[in-house]
């Protein structure tokens, strides 16, 4: 079993920037961030493969948002700059077996972490 843990999430203005960080307990191959916005479904964000050599950015934050990951340390990031209102979600990290933007692929999941940007 791996357990997944989020955290970096916080309040922000519009145009700011935050970095979130999943760190796993155990070993992982694909990990894919998804958020959830108030009142709507949760929804694909990224996703980066097992060794960081391939990666899938949705097309409404690609330009903005990007997916790295550390192997050394088990942590998969999510850099979020040019932040804006629309962005406001719980953002979740999960893993899959490869990458993929289908929610039900994904095994395991973290408690999310809240990220909230003013206007």
């Known amino acids: 079993q791996v357990q997944l843990v989020e955290s970096g999430g916080g309040l922000v203005q519009a145009g700011g920037s935050l970095r979130l960080s999943c760190v796993a307990s155990?070993?992982?191959?694909?990990v894919g961030w998804f958020r959830q916005p108030p009142g709507k479904e949760r929804e694909f964000v990224a996703v980066?493969?097992?060794?960081?050599?391939?990666?899938n950015i949705a097309d409404s934050v690609r330009g903005r948002f990007t997916i790295s990951r550390d192997t050394a340390v088990n942590t998969v990031y999510l850099q979020m700059d040019g932040l804006k209102p629309e962005d406001t979600a719980i953002y979740y990290c999960?893993?899959?077996?490869?990458?993929?933007?289908?929610?039900?692929?994904?095994?395991?999941w973290g408690q999310g972490t809240q990220v909230t940007v003013s206007s």
């Open positions: 155990g070993r992982t191959n694909a």
């Open positions: 999960a893993t899959a077996p490869w990458i993929t933007t289908a929610l039900h692929a994904y095994t395991y």
């Open positions: 980066i493969n097992k060794i960081g050599s391939n990666t």
